[in-house]
């Protein structure tokens, strides 16, 4: 069973970045120092368990009073394929709205721009390069 929380203790804390850490660093390469910045600490994180095992993990940023900004979403290599990348956004938009925001923003790697559309998010950039990776700008009002 697949439970989506709000990260709330240390060890919940050192699962999300153990998470991040696997997927963009060690799997595609993204530098440390730029996978772990400044804005974690300000950053609402959320984390994914099948039972007790860490699986997923993103962050939330508040950006303007109306809006947030959804980053660092992503799934362990071996648990894609079973809408997990689907769950963990739909309680951070539930999460966002909690909090009265109207609309969410993101920047996406390009190939994942169909996940996000999937979603009722829409491109609103051209491409451009984060951490060597290709990304879109991307929004929702929810």
Do not use: W
């Not at 099948?50 to 962050?59: F, I, L, S, T």
């Not at 451009?128 to 929810?142: L, N, V």
């Amino acid at each position: 069973m697949y439970n989506v929380k709000i990260v709330e203790t240390a060890k919940e804390h050192e699962d999300a970045f153990a998470v991040r850490k696997q997927v963009f660093v060690e799997e595609q390469g993204v530098p440390l120092h730029l996978e772990c910045d400044a804005e974690d600490a300000s950053a609402t994180h959320f984390i994914m368990y099948e039972d007790n095992a860490p699986v997923g993990a993103a962050r939330l940023r508040n950006i303007v009073d109306d809006a947030a900004k959804i980053e660092r979403v992503c799934i362990l290599q071996d648990q894609r394929g079973k809408k997990l990348g689907a769950l963990i956004m739909r309680e951070m938009e539930k999460y966002a709205i909690s909090i009265n925001k109207k609309k969410l923003k993101l920047h996406a790697q390009s190939y994942a721009i169909p996940f996000y559309e999937k979603l009722g998010y829409a491109v609103t950039s051209p491409e451009f390069m984060d951490a060597g990776i290709p990304h879109r700008a991307m929004e929702k009002t929810i």
